[in-house]
């Protein structure tokens, strides 16, 4: 089975803390997404990353920067946060091979609580 | 924007009997692939059903059945035989571009 880990399930910060959310993924997949998940607003793509150290920004990037180094990591940074930043992030990835046709695996989210 | 629309926010059904949640998107492409995923209370988002545009054929997962409507760009699913388990936020999503709709909340009602 396909096994998606973030660092954390629940965060509380401060405004203006630099914040690291970390996912790892022990499928070999080499696409890797960020999304935030609000409340009438559905899953919204932040980041995704093809390829080891290659990104691309999504739907909302701005406040949000992304690493990755190695396959099976992708981080979430968050520079400077802000409360309305306050949200369930979800990491998720996939395979490249099979294009659009594969799912998306997906962690257990993690909330974070901007103060 | 290429968007994913699902237009009920929240449905119930009864135990044992069908429910249909409907999800629209907009896109210009000719080839791509539809998913709806769920997410069970406090628990991680699964891949429900996948659809092929270029199939005319809808998919089916054993209780779960969808009705793909290529012109209309509507891509409905289809729960027969609801069961407790059931109970979830639906997201029906269109990974050309990484969208998802806003969510179906599904309460399955003993």
């Known amino acids: 089975d396909v096994k998606v880990t973030q660092s954390s399930r629940y965060l509380v910060k401060r405004t203006g803390e630099k914040v690291f959310l970390e996912c790892v993924q022990d499928m070999d997949h080499e696409n890797m997404f960020w999304y935030r998940q609000d409340p009438g607003l559905g899953l919204r793509l932040i980041y995704f990353s093809y390829d080891v150290k290659m990104k691309e920004k999504g739907d909302i990037p701005e406040g949000y920067s992304v690493s990755r180094e190695k396959k099976e990591r992708f981080s979430l940074i968050l520079e400077s946060a802000s409360t309305n930043q306050t949200s369930m992030y979800l990491c998720?990835?996939?395979?490249?091979?099979?294009?659009?046709?594969?799912?998306?695996?997906f962690g257990p989210g993690t909330r974070l609580t901007v103060l | 924007a290429q968007t994913v629309t699902q237009s009920q926010p929240e449905m119930s059904v009864q135990e044992a009997e069908t429910v249909t949640l409907s999800c629209t998107y907009d896109?210009?492409?000719?080839?791509?692939?539809l998913f709806w995923y769920k997410q069970p209370p406090s628990r991680q988002m699964i891949l429900v059903i996948r659809q092929e545009a270029y199939k005319q054929q809808n998919a089916t997962e054993n209780r779960f059945s969808v009705n793909f409507q290529k012109a209309a760009k509507s891509f409905s699913l289809k729960i027969s035989d609801s069961q407790l388990g059931d109970t979830a936020m639906y997201f029906c999503a269109q990974t050309l571009n990484m969208r998802f709709g806003a969510g179906t909340r599904l309460t399955v009602k003993p």
């Open positions: 998720a990835s996939s395979l490249t091979k099979g294009g659009g046709y594969n799912e998306q695996f």
């Open positions: 896109t210009s492409e000719n080839n791509y692939y």
